[in-house]
């Protein structure tokens, strides 16, 4: 297991959904009928430390619940994950936050919970504040910040965690044209590392490019895996 950076054994995931929310008091007690939702069912998957990953298929077919598994975000209704090293997630940029709480304090706090040492934000804190960019607001309550502050705050911490395996998806802004091109050259330069890169992504080309193997998704299973320019023209092929 030495070279196995993500084990993931007969994964599923459910969620019940509600057809009907009472937003009344005299309908409170009303019965309301509800659904199994099965976002992944029975995914087997392993991969080896170094891989970089792309995650591909039709909207709904369970690749972002699947990352969020991997990442620690959500837990499956069955079956084991198994991580090998240090994960980072840029799904939630602002989970594990404290709106009460300053960005520096937040950064304390944000880098604890993603594995960080206190001594290694220490070293870093400096370089975390001036790569998020967001001026005197560092000393300032979380709630006050904007959507774009908050997610480059979390970029930030993320990508100076120096992850073993890192989950991204691409839909994520972080902010303004200037600090998404910033953001892109870390990612590059992620790429280039031997990291394990785990990603969903709807850029063909990109993942054909980018990505040693990539997973099929449809209907919350894998339904194949293997060399991404072999995968990604089968999916254009039945698109």
């Not at 939702?37 to 080896?48: K, Q, Y």
């Not at 980072?88 to 880098?111: C, M, Q, R, Y």
């Amino acid at each position: 297991m030495s070279n196995v950076a993500v084990q993931l054994s007969h994964i599923s995931k459910k969620y019940v959904v509600h057809h009907e929310k009472p937003t009344l008091v005299e309908n409170i007690f009303k019965r309301t009928t509800s659904e199994a939702f099965w976002a992944l069912r029975n995914i087997n998957l392993t991969i080896h430390k170094g891989e970089k990953i792309g995650i591909i298929g039709p909207n709904g077919s369970g690749k972002t619940t699947l990352l969020k598994i991997i990442a620690g975000i959500t837990a499956p209704t069955t079956g084991a994950a198994n991580i090998y090293g240090r994960v980072v997630s840029l799904i939630e940029l602002k989970a594990g936050f404290h709106p009460d709480l300053t960005g520096e304090e937040n950064i304390l706090l944000n880098g604890l919970l993603i594995g960080m040492s206190k001594d290694e934000i220490r070293n870093k804190i400096t370089s975390i504040i001036n790569f998020a960019d967001i001026g005197s607001f560092i000393d300032a309550p979380f709630y006050t910040y904007s959507n774009g502050m908050a997610l480059r705050l979390g970029f930030s911490i993320a990508v100076h965690a120096e992850p073993e395996i890192l989950v991204l998806d691409e839909n994520m802004a972080v902010g303004d044209e200037k600090f998404g091109q910033k953001s892109q050259k870390k990612m590059e330069q992620f790429f280039r590392q031997n990291k394990t890169i785990i990603l969903v992504s709807h850029d063909l080309d990109f993942v054909k490019d980018s990505c040693t193997l990539t997973i099929l998704m449809t209907g919350g299973k894998i339904t194949k895996m293997g060399k991404s320019p072999a995968i990604v023209k089968y999916y254009r092929n039945t698109m």
